[in-house]
């Protein structure tokens, strides 16, 4: 659809993907209406992490993009679409992925059994009411990639901790940025020199994360499969994949 309007072919298939979601989700929300569910039906719609091929068109002037901690990696959209539930309006708050599965459990009224610990909290009262009251908190990020069994010497490698007014960075080695979220959301400027006081509490919270989710790491020295199986499968399906051994 976009070939040949002098883009690189990579942005326009960029756009071509956009504009595909953007049918598909009109096509959605048309057929929910057409079947009388429209009303009965929460649509959410988000995504998994910053843009990659989108930061070379428009990124709202955020730094980074998929695959790095900064604001441009991280930040994502995320839509609630209820008719006759919810009214149009804009949240503000600090929220995450992590929020999404509270939130469902209290809109479906399942309980929560005791002893389980959610990092997340249930987005239902902001849903609500956008100007609900809403505590700051601590969000971490972790973009992971390390060598199987480097866990722990990769602590640092490109983390953030995260509140309503800072941004965190560490690119590897506690070499921590600090940036003002409120006078700076592009991340241009690192104040780490004029607020130790918070370098300090959000590197102890993210001590705290990190001695938490160490032990989780289950799969850590697990030995995967020689070959991804999704490929065998759709290589199998489609055709292609690895050339046989002579």
């Known amino acids: 659809m976009y070939k040949g309007l002098s883009l690189d072919e990579r942005v326009a298939r960029f756009h071509g993907m956009i504009t595909n979601i953007d049918d598909n989700v009109g096509k959605l929300l048309g057929n929910l209406k057409e079947w009388g569910l429209e009303r009965d039906t929460l649509v959410i719609f988000m995504t998994d992490n910053g843009t990659a091929t989108g930061a070379?068109?428009?990124n709202a002037g955020m730094r980074g993009q998929k695959g790095t901690?900064?604001?441009g990696g991280t930040r994502v959209p995320a839509f609630f679409r209820w008719p006759g539930t919810l009214s149009p309006a804009g949240v503000d708050k600090l929220t995450a992925h992590l929020d999404i599965f509270p939130t469902l459990a209290e809109l479906a009224g399942a309980k929560i059994p005791?002893?389980?610990k959610l990092d997340g909290r249930s987005l239902a009262p902001l849903l609500k009411n956008p100007n609900a009251q809403w505590a700051d908190r601590f969000l971490f990020t972790h973009v992971g990639r390390w060598e199987p069994g480097q866990a722990a010497q990769s602590k640092y490698a490109r983390c953030r901790v995260r509140n309503t007014r800072f941004s965190l960075v560490s690119m590897g080695d506690r070499n921590w940025e600090l940036y003002d979220l409120r006078n700076d959301p592009g991340e241009t400027k690192d104040v780490a020199s004029q607020f130790p006081e918070a370098v300090k509490r959000m590197d102890t919270a993210y001590d705290q994360w990190w001695e938490e989710i160490l032990p989780c790491l289950e799969n850590e020295n697990a030995a995967g499969p020689k070959m991804n199986p999704f490929q065998e499968l759709f290589w199998k399906q489609f055709?292609?994949?690895?050339?046989?051994?002579?």
């Open 56 to 58: 070379k068109v428009f």
């Open 69 to 71: 901690p900064y604001q």
């Open 114 to 116: 005791d002893g389980i």
């Open 239 to 246: 055709g292609g994949g690895p050339s046989p051994n002579p």
